[in-house]
């Protein structure tokens, strides 16, 4: 008997480590890794623009998908300075955006076309994203130049 009870805490011991990792695994199925993985409708909301010509793209709705951490597309072209987190995050939360991008865009105008240089804040949780946008940059015409910038409120939902 004596010799028995070593061995059978020993199979306890592994049986309660087997059973904790178990559980610890059950439950990271189901953790969530924020936007990676998820598409987004989402739409602008114009609250700041400095005078520059009217451009048609200035408030059009667009398409995120966010492949991995590292990989983000908006409307099909890849964004740059990516950063995500595999995480939700709320704003009203004070939490850290959880999706953080830039993304070139092509506007166009009847003076011209442009390269707007489009950063984007927003923070993902459950089926939404909200945050904010913001532009910069010069806009030259055959009589005139000027430095454009736009600001957005951004929201929208998880497809």
Same mark, same amino acid.
């Given at each position: 008997?004596?010799? &028995?009870?070593?061995?059978?805490?020993?199979?306890?011991?592994?049986? &309660?480590?087997?059973?904790?990792?178990?559980?610890?695994?059950?439950?990271?199925?189901?953790?969530?890794?924020?936007?990676?993985?998820?598409?987004?409708?989402?739409?602008?909301?114009?609250?700041?623009? @400095?005078?520059?010509?009217?451009?048609?793209?200035?408030?059009?709705?667009?398409?995120?998908?966010?492949? &991995? $951490?590292?990989?983000?597309?908006?409307?099909?072209?890849?964004?740059?300075? $990516?950063?995500?987190?595999?995480?939700?995050?709320?704003?009203?939360?004070?939490?850290?955006?959880?999706?953080?991008?830039? $993304?070139?865009?092509?506007?166009?105008?009847?003076?011209?076309?442009?390269?707007?240089?489009? @950063?984007?804040?927003?923070?993902?949780?459950?089926?939404?994203?909200?945050?904010?946008?913001?532009?910069?940059?010069?806009?030259?015409?055959?009589?005139?130049?000027?430095?454009?910038?736009?600001?957005?409120?951004?929201?929208?939902?998880?497809?």
């Amino acid at each position: 008997m004596d010799v &028995a009870q070593p061995l059978l805490h020993s199979r306890g011991v592994k049986l &309660a480590t087997c059973l904790a990792l178990l559980v610890a695994g059950c439950g990271a199925d189901g953790a969530t890794d924020g936007p990676v993985g998820s598409e987004f409708a989402v739409t602008r909301v114009q609250v700041s623009a @400095s005078p520059c010509p009217r451009f048609a793209e200035e408030n059009v709705a667009h398409h995120i998908l966010v492949s &991995a $951490i590292d990989e983000l597309t908006v409307d099909g072209q890849p964004a740059t300075q $990516i950063t995500v987190l595999a995480t939700e995050a709320d704003q009203e939360a004070d939490d850290d955006p959880n999706l953080v991008f830039t $993304i070139r865009e092509s506007w166009t105008s009847e003076q011209g076309l442009a390269a707007a240089p489009v @950063s984007y804040r927003l923070w993902a949780h459950d089926d939404l994203v909200a945050g904010m946008a913001a532009t910069s940059f010069p806009f030259d015409t055959p009589t005139s130049g000027t430095d454009c910038s736009y600001g957005w409120l951004v929201s929208g939902t998880r497809l």
